[in-house]
């Protein structure tokens, strides 16, 4: 068995661009999911509905809407177009379609952790002086730190393997799962275990320190 041309090309496509929209999950989730952990908010019930559309709807769907709204026909995509700029087969928009892929995700994994830490010891620390923000980083994210870790593992799984999202908004530049499937079609079942296994080796490692680190700094088996 033999890479066929292009695999490596699209394992290196696959792992730098996740790398970036995992960057843009954390950030934009991490608020999310504590907001939504502690809000009281009219506007709570609006925002859980929407991540949980984006968990629930299937991800050809989800790429057609994306088209629909960044393409170059789209609202936003129109609105794009007149600064020169584009978000369709393009590094930019595979990074889009991987976030819509994971977003809900993380958010989900990255709320049940902040609503698990205990409210008494985040009380103690705000009894002793601590700002909000010192609460948060050294309190309640140390806390939810393992949960949110392993929220973070199954969104990195998610996205490399994302599939429908990325074939209809962004099939190039190819990823793993894009160039599997062109293998597929081109070459039968024999043409994919390379790429199969490059996938594998390039993707599993990541999850598997991240959580071994956390074991070694928790103490835990």
Not at 45 to 51: D, K, N, Y
Not at 170 to 187: A, R
Request: aromatic share 14%.
């Amino acid at each position: 068995m033999t890479t066929a041309y292009g695999d490596w090309y699209a394992a290196w496509v696959s792992i730098s661009l996740s790398l970036w929209a995992m960057v843009v999950i954390v950030v934009a989730g991490l608020p999310l999911a504590l907001w939504l952990a502690r809000t009281h908010s009219y506007f709570k019930r609006g925002a859980e509905s929407l991540v949980l559309f984006s968990l629930l709807t299937p991800s050809l769907a989800t790429g057609i809407l994306l088209v629909s709204a960044y393409g170059p026909y789209g609202s936003i995509g129109e609105l794009l177009g007149h600064f020169s700029l584009t978000l369709n087969n393009n590094a930019g928009s595979f990074i889009i379609a991987q976030v819509y892929g994971g977003l809900s995700y993380f958010v989900t994994a990255a709320r049940t952790a902040f609503e698990n830490v205990p409210k008494n010891v985040e009380e103690a620390a705000q009894d002793l002086g601590a700002s909000p923000l010192c609460v948060f980083w050294y309190v309640t994210l140390p806390i939810a730190a393992r949960e949110i870790a392993a929220g973070g593992v199954v969104t990195w799984a998610r996205i490399v393997g994302e599939f429908g999202i990325v074939s209809v908004f962004s099939y190039f530049p190819q990823g793993i799962p894009v160039k599997l499937f062109v293998n597929l079609q081109n070459g039968g079942l024999q043409s994919v275990y390379v790429l199969v296994w490059i996938l594998l080796l390039l993707t599993l490692p990541l999850p598997v320190l991240l959580m071994s680190a956390f074991r070694l700094r928790t103490g835990t088996s």
